[in-house]
């Protein structure tokens, strides 16, 4: 039985990085002035920050029901038995119940799994889906195991300015304008799939180091006979300048020595709605 891992782009693998890992990725659609665009296909992460920093309509939309099945089919006749379909947490998006609804056409050969994860940590689930995969594993049973470990994995995301989360409704523009009066960064955490606000601090320093201790806690709680070697500690953001992306891996393998640690593009999708120069941490455990 051959089985196919299919993943969206806000798992943060682009198609390139999904063509080493051996998964496909369905790209999420980012609408800007009424155009729209496919994430890692036809605009560029300097296209996308540029249209948001000249105050263009920038959103996201999930994918199209026949995007989807499209892939799913070229992916059917390319020689696969069943496909794993991964998409982002179905708090965060709509696009996961429908991936559940079209599936039901396909007679079992496509299973969804709600693993309630974004960008990083999704990214660790479907690195450990392919994995079981390889193994010989049905969809249907790496599914149940991607599913029953949804409690065990946290992101942590600050967001330099809180322009975004009042456009989105999360947040008053009184208390907006005073975060940012007060220099605030807002660290949001991704816990079972929702989006919450976690912590307001004041100033990048302290923010950074609340999101590292969060994690410590974390780990803390959740894994505390599990050895450091063992944990994916995944580093995310939206910065658009390298160096930064750069620093902030380097202070989080610092903080983790052994564990295994990466560094991951926030997804456009989601920059749609948290803005540049984000960045963000999460943890769970490896195979």
Same mark, same amino acid.
């Not at 969809?139 to 991607?146: F, N, P």
């Not at 949001?188 to 990048?204: H, M």
């Given at each position: ?35 729209? +665009? ?5 605009? #560029?992460?300097g296209e996308f920050f540029e249209a948001q920093a000249s105050g263009k309509n920038v959103?996201?939309? @999930? ?5 989807? #099945? @499209? ?13 794993? +379909?991964?998409?982002?947490? =179905? ?19 496509? @299973? ?27 969809? =249907? ?14 992101v942590y995301v600050m967001v330099d300015t809180f322009e975004y989360l009042k456009k ?22 991704? +816990? ?56 902030? +891996? ?7 020595? @052994? ?9 456009? =999708? ?18």
């Amino acid at each position: 039985m051959k089985t196919a891992i299919i993943t969206d782009s806000n798992s943060g693998i682009s198609p390139e990085k999904g063509k080493k890992l051996g998964v496909f990725v369905v790209p999420m659609p980012i609408i800007i002035d009424d155009a729209t +665009y496919f994430e890692n296909v036809d605009i #560029t992460r300097g296209e996308f920050f540029e249209a948001q920093a000249s105050g263009k309509n920038v959103s996201s939309s @999930q994918p199209s029901p026949g995007d989807v #099945t @499209q892939i799913w089919d070229e992916v059917l006749n390319s020689g696969f038995d069943e496909i794993l +379909y991964i998409p982002m947490s =179905s708090k965060l998006s709509g696009s996961c119940n429908t991936a559940v609804m079209l599936a039901e056409d396909y007679d079992g050969k496509v @299973q969804v799994a709600d693993i309630r994860r974004v960008s990083a940590n999704m990214r660790d689930a479907v690195v450990k889906a392919k994995k079981m995969s390889d193994r010989g594993v049905r969809a =249907s049973e790496i599914r149940e195991k991607l599913e029953s470990e949804t409690m065990d994995t946290i992101v942590y995301v600050m967001v330099d300015t809180f322009e975004y989360l009042k456009k989105g409704g999360r947040i008053s523009p009184a208390k907006a304008a005073v975060g940012s009066i007060l220099n605030i960064k807002p660290v949001l955490s991704i +816990y079972d799939g929702g989006l919450d606000v976690w912590k307001k601090c004041r100033g990048l320093k302290k923010a950074k180091a609340s999101m590292i201790s969060g994690i410590r806690d974390f780990i803390s709680e959740k894994y505390p006979d599990i050895p450091e070697s063992r944990l994916s500690i995944g580093t995310a953001g939206s910065l658009t300048d390298e160096r930064e992306a750069k620093e902030w +891996y380097k202070a989080v393998k610092n903080e983790f020595p @052994q564990a295994h640690t990466f560094y991951n593009d926030l997804s456009m =999708s989601l920059c749609c709605h948290i803005g540049p120069n984000a960045m963000g941490i999460s943890v769970c455990c490896m195979e």
